[in-house]
């Protein structure tokens, strides 16, 4: 149980275009999702806090006009990077929270994660 | 702010044990983890301890929290080629969502 799947898994796109990367809860319904951002040989940076049905909560220093976030369902989350340039060039991670699961121990499932390439 | 540290790269043996330190800086820091990630994949939770705690113990996984020092490891008993990882600590407080992570030890088992 508890699966996190994203898709597109690899994504190579010019620079200049929008780029749509899909978080799905597959087994569970999770109010809460999470966009984290890696760098090579770097720790997951935390991008922004989605729940269903309200605006996303954006980490400081992540602009949201970039990074547009929305969570329409208790299933789906996504995340659109626009206007792509190379520097945006990373691994996207999400990571969702069962809303089953009450109590301080935030277990995050995480997905697989997307690589995004901007040319 | 909260700052989670770990070294960046362990290397053992097959079959020895592994341990795995990370230290942070938040006293108020309730719960600790440790995830591990494979290669081109997401993060997967090994094992979490709370802070009120000194030894949790899991099959192969040993975590033991040093609440004063603010240091947390993970040991991996008779490590196997499949251990080979990123191993990333992490820590989160009470009634805050937010999880903090830190950059990672990558463990490289020699056959």
Known sequence: GAVVSQHPSRVICKSGTSVKIECRSLDFQATTMFWYRQFPKQSLMLMATSNEGSKATYEQGVEKDKFLINHASLTLSTLTVTSAHPEDSSFYICSARDRTRTGGVYEQYFGPGTRLTVT | ?111
Request: charged residues 25%; hydrophobic residues 30%; glycine residues 8%.
């Open chain 2, 1 to 111: 702010g909260e700052d989670v540290e770990q070294s960046l790269f362990l290397s053992v043996r097959e079959g020895d044990s592994s341990v795995i330190n990370c230290t942070y800086t938040d006293s108020s820091s309730t719960y600790l983890y440790w995830y591990k990630q494979e290669p081109g994949a997401g993060l997967q939770l090994l094992t979490y301890i709370f802070s009120n705690m000194d030894m949790k113990q899991d099959q192969r996984l040993t975590v033991l929290l040093n609440k004063k020092d603010k240091h947390l490891s993970l040991r991996i008993a008779d490590t196997q080629t499949g251990d080979s990882a990123i191993y990333f600590c992490a820590e989160s407080i009470e009634g805050d969502q937010k999880v903090t992570f830190g950059i990672g030890t990558k463990l490289q088992v020699i056959p």
